[in-house]
């Protein structure tokens, strides 16, 4: 919703239809049903919070109706997790999840407990500067180079300095995307504590809700992503939270283990601490609602390109760019034909959450949303349309 002023009639636009009187029989399909649903509910919310941080006069009409508006669609979320809670627990406990697409890594916790985590796997944030600027790495080996980037109107621009490290990876961006999607639950459920940007969690709730596994190794990686996103450091003059200046500073500002494990050197309970930057976007609700298998995405490009869709497709059907453009957009430091090369290698995986993309012989690469009816109402609304 780009509008300054509160559009009751525009959210009827951003909801699927999921008062269908005959919902999925397949305990699989409602979950799935319910979950997108879940989702829809957490957008709507958080353009609500968008639209009241706007406000200058927050007691006004238009910020009461607001503040009603979240009220009902946090309810009506509340009754979707009950639901969601009744299904799950249904279910009979698999040993391993399924792997239903070559670019997809299998579900490593597919019967976990989601709701003791303030929601987090069915309202996963990511702040929309870094989907827009291409930050992170999606070099897998130690990149050293620095980074440039300007858009393309020259409004903006990012410069990112690696340490002796490496510069912080598209995977390492999973912490700041798991502590975002904290941050921005508790601001939309009014909690206090939210209003800092340090965040403490549990190491171990992190790695099964970003999908990764819980060894000894896992930890030590982590410990390197913390090192990489503390030692990175950008300059940019990009706007956040209205505000615009032109600063450097690191990823984030700093982290350190709270709690160690008694028998090993495992990392129990850490703090991060958000750069102001960051931190400006997400209490100014600059985020959006990313789908749960962005982290079983197995390529750094996949994901990057299903930020960038998810991006520029907002309430859209569809969104084209040049193949080459793209390729500036997501960061990739591949030869234009090595970068054509792997895009058709993720449209014929077909593993893109949402979306699907097609790239056509004159190297125009489009993306659709999966929901067909979202799509075909798209089409009719086109000059020509049925």
Same mark, same amino acid.
């Given at each position: 919703?780009?509008?300054?002023?509160?559009?009751?009639? &525009?959210?009827?636009?951003?909801?699927?239809?999921?008062?269908?009187?005959?919902?999925?029989?397949?305990?699989?399909?409602?979950?799935?049903?319910? *979950?997108?649903?879940?989702?829809?509910?957490?957008? *709507?919310?958080?353009?609500?919070?968008?639209?009241?941080?706007?406000?200058?006069?927050?007691?006004?009409?238009?910020?009461?109706?607001?503040?009603?508006?979240?009220?009902? &669609?946090?309810?009506?979320?509340?009754?979707?997790?009950?639901?969601?809670?009744?299904?799950?627990?249904?279910?009979?406990?698999?040993?391993?999840?399924?792997?239903?697409?070559?670019?997809?890594?299998?579900? =490593?916790?597919?019967?976990?407990?989601?709701?003791?985590?303030?929601?987090?796997? !069915?309202?996963?944030?990511?702040?929309?500067?870094?989907?827009?600027?291409?930050? !992170?790495?999606?070099?897998?080996?130690?990149?050293?180079?620095?980074?440039?980037?300007?858009?393309?109107?020259?409004?903006?621009y990012v410069k990112v300095t690696p340490s002796?490290?490496?510069?912080?990876?598209?995977?390492?961006?999973?912490? &700041?995307? !798991?502590?975002?999607? *904290?941050?921005?639950?508790?601001?939309?459920?009014?909690?206090?504590?939210?209003?800092?940007?340090?965040?403490?969690?549990?190491?171990?709730? #992190?790695?099964?809700?970003?999908?990764?596994?819980?060894?000894?190794?896992?930890?030590? =990686?982590?410990?390197?992503?913390?090192?990489?996103?503390?030692?990175?450091?950008?300059?940019?003059?990009?706007?956040?939270?209205?505000?615009?200046?032109?600063?450097?500073?690191?990823?984030?500002?700093?982290?350190?283990?709270?709690?160690?494990?008694?028998?090993?050197?495992?990392?129990?309970?850490?703090?991060?601490?958000?750069?102001?930057?960051?931190?400006?976007?997400?209490?100014? #609700?600059?985020?959006?609602?990313?789908?749960?298998?962005?982290?079983?995405?197995?390529?750094?490009?996949?994901?990057?390109?299903?930020?960038?869709a998810r991006k520029h497709c907002g309430h859209?059907?569809?969104?084209?760019?040049?193949?080459?453009?793209?390729?500036?957009?997501?960061?990739?430091?591949?030869?234009?034909?090595?970068?054509?090369?792997?895009?058709?290698?993720?449209?014929?995986?077909?593993?893109?959450?949402?979306?699907?993309?097609?790239?056509?012989?004159?190297?125009?690469?489009?993306?659709?949303?999966?929901?067909?009816?979202?799509?075909?109402?798209?089409?009719?609304?086109?000059?020509?349309?049925?």
């Open positions: 919703m780009t509008a300054d002023k509160f559009d009751p009639e &525009l959210f009827k636009t951003m909801s699927f239809d999921f008062d269908d009187p005959e919902p999925p029989h397949d305990p699989g399909k409602l979950i799935r049903h319910l *979950q997108a649903y879940h989702r829809d509910l957490s957008e *709507q919310i958080l353009e609500c919070n968008r639209q009241l941080s706007r406000l200058e006069v927050a007691d006004n009409d238009e910020g009461k109706a607001l503040r009603q508006r979240v009220a009902d &669609l946090q309810f009506r979320r509340e009754e979707i997790d009950a639901d969601l809670q009744t299904e799950i627990s249904a279910i009979p406990a698999s040993k391993e999840g399924k792997e239903h697409k070559k670019g997809l890594i299998r579900q =490593r916790h597919p019967n976990r407990d989601f709701f003791l985590a303030d929601l987090l796997d !069915y309202a996963i944030k990511d702040d929309g500067v870094t989907m827009e600027a291409p930050i !992170y790495t999606l070099s897998t080996k130690p990149d050293l180079d620095i980074w440039e980037w300007r858009s393309k109107d020259g409004n903006k002796v490290l490496g510069r912080a990876t598209v995977k390492d961006k999973d912490i &700041l995307i !798991y502590v975002v999607s *904290q941050l921005i639950e508790g601001l939309n459920r009014g909690r206090e504590d939210a209003q800092n940007r340090t965040a403490r969690f549990t190491v171990h709730d #992190f790695l099964v809700t970003t999908n990764r596994g819980t060894s000894g190794d896992d930890y030590d =990686r982590l410990h390197e992503s913390f090192e990489r996103l503390r030692g990175t450091s950008i300059t940019t003059d990009i706007r956040t939270g209205g505000e615009r200046v032109k600063e450097g500073f690191g990823i984030i500002d700093k982290w350190k283990i709270i709690e160690r494990s008694k028998t090993d050197e495992r990392m129990i309970a850490v703090e991060v601490t958000l750069s102001e930057w960051l931190y400006n976007a997400v209490s100014a #609700f600059e985020v959006l609602t990313i789908h749960p298998d962005y982290f079983r995405l197995r390529k750094p490009l996949a994901r990057r390109l299903y930020e960038l859209q059907a569809s969104w084209a760019i040049g193949l080459e453009l793209l390729r500036d957009k997501s960061g990739s430091k591949s030869s234009l034909k090595e970068f054509r090369r792997m895009v058709r290698d993720i449209e014929t995986d077909n593993s893109l959450p949402e979306y699907q993309l097609m790239l056509s012989r004159d190297d125009k690469v489009t993306f659709y949303v999966r929901d067909t009816a979202r799509l075909v109402r798209s089409i009719n609304k086109r000059p020509g349309g049925v």
